[in-house]
């Protein structure tokens, strides 16, 4: 029997092509994988620069008082309180259009919210809101700090929201449900 060798350098010329093609398109995925990993590493380094302020704004409660009225100064029945909340912006530039809005309760759907604005805060300035809100406590019950978050505008327009937790989010401004 002999031998077309004609046929034998069509299969090794096939066999190299597909080898090439293959070789082409794990470089394209290995590139691909790079690529996505160089974008998350300039995302995260974009975000980081963004939030740079953000990062030096938050609020907290430095103290609970008994007062006799609500929100609107009207005498009620029963203990409302009075949260002190302080708003600190430790960066060089102002914050703006912002606020707090305090809870009574760490659960979904308290039966208390109050929320109160601020224009401005200056840099490395802390402001003081004091916040009346029915923190539902029963008579000598010591009130636990409730829940406060705040949303502000920081220099660049860019809209922020520090969680209860303390987590910063972009994008949730004051007028955000």
């Known amino acids: 029997m002999v031998a077309n060798w004609w046929d034998v350098a069509e299969g090794i010329g096939g066999l190299a092509t597909a080898l090439a093609f293959g070789g082409t398109i794990w470089a394209l995925g290995l590139q691909r994988r790079q690529l996505r990993l160089v974008q998350k590493q300039l995302d995260a380094q974009e975000l980081a620069k963004e939030s740079a302020q953000a990062d030096l704004v938050s609020a907290w409660v430095a103290n609970i008082g008994v ?80 829940p406060v978050e705040m949303r502000f505008t920081d220099s660049g327009g860019t809209p922020w929201r520090r969680s209860p937790e303390g987590r910063l989010e972009k994008g949730i401004g004051w007028d955000a449900p």
């Open 67 to 146: 007062t006799g009225q609500n929100q609107d100064g009207i005498n009620v029945p029963g203990p409302v309180q009075t949260v002190v909340v302080k708003c600190r912006n430790a960066s060089q530039l102002p914050v703006w259009d912002g606020g707090v809005i305090v809870r009574s309760e760490w659960v979904p759907e308290p039966h208390d919210i109050q929320r109160q604005r601020f224009h401005v805060i200056a840099p490395n300035e802390t402001l003081t809101l004091n916040v009346k809100i029915d923190l539902n406590l029963k008579p000598n019950e010591t009130a636990t700090p409730p």
